[in-house]
Antibody
Framework: QVQLVESGGGVVQTGTSLRLSCEAS????????MHWVRQAPGKGLEWVAT????????KYADSVKGRFTISRDNSKNTLYLQMNSLRPEDRGIYHCIKSSHCVGDDCYPGWFGPWGQGTLVTVSS | EIVLTQSPATLSLSPGERATLSCRASQSVSRYLAWYQQKPGQTPRLLIY???DRATGIPARFSGSGSGTDFTLTISSLEPEDFAVYFCQQRRSWPLTFGGGTEVEIK
């Protein structure tokens, strides 16, 4: 069964940085696009970023473009989200997600398959 | 950006009843629409993808329909474990977007 374990969240001040990590296991990590989706407490879902299986292409929500960078290390089966210039509205649980229910090129982005439990980011003003 | 509007915001039903949830897109998403279920304290789970295909392990009482801009998630007979929040999501174009959710609550 796919396992995705996020880490790196915490309480930080406005304007500072955090780097989230997601360790993946029990699937061939290097074969799948990966995503970050966030959810503010008690709120809806917001897509943040997606990276292709080989790391050569990335897409971002407008709300984070220029501040956040998604990356991956396929040799370590790990996905990252570098978050700079954090704002109070970036607060939420950040979930790492594997692309699923798709074939080939359709898997970029594919669908949001197994979700990690998430890591909480809180930004104080 | 494609905006997804879900209705109603809350659906109050009893176990055994049929639930019909709607998701309307601001422009055509073809059939690139999915539905997710989120129970309290849990992560979302993919139910339906490509508008009408059930994800692995999803019971047959869940069905999806629609194409273009209008989509429906139907739960044929509500089980106690189906009371949750449901989100639709499109991947027709970037940015990927979600609807605001429909809560199915026990009447």
């Amino acid at each position: 069964q796919v396992q995705l374990v996020e880490s790196g969240g915490g309480v930080v001040q406005t304007g500072t940085s955090l780097r989230l990590s997601c360790e993946a296991s029990k699937f061939t990590f290097s074969s799948y696009a990966m995503h970050w989706v966030r959810q503010a407490p008690g709120k809806g879902l917001e897509w943040v970023a997606t990276i292709s299986f080989d790391g050569n292409d990335q897409k971002y929500a407008d709300s984070v473009k220029g501040r956040f960078t998604i990356s991956r290390d396929n040799s370590k089966n790990t996905l990252y989200l570098q978050m700079n210039s954090l704002r109070p509205e970036d607060r939420g649980i950040y979930h790492c997600i594997k692309s699923s229910h798709c074939v080939g090129d359709d898997c970029y982005p594919g669908w949001f398959g197994p979700w990690g439990q998430g890591t909480l980011v809180t930004v104080s003003s | 950006e494609i905006v997804l509007t879900q209705s109603p915001a809350t659906l109050s039903l009893s176990p055994g009843e049929r639930a019909t949830l709607s998701c309307r897109a601001s422009q055509s998403v073809s059939r690139y629409l999915a539905w997710y279920q989120q129970k309290p304290g849990q992560t979302p789970r993919l139910l339906i993808y490509d508008a009408s295909d059930r994800a692995t392990g999803i019971p047959a009482r869940f069905s999806g329909s629609g194409s273009g801009t209008d989509f429906t998630l139907t739960i044929s007979s509500l089980e106690p474990e189906d009371f949750a929040v449901y989100f639709c999501q499109q991947r027709r174009s970037w940015p990927l977007t979600f609807g605001g959710g429909t809560e199915v609550e026990i009447k």
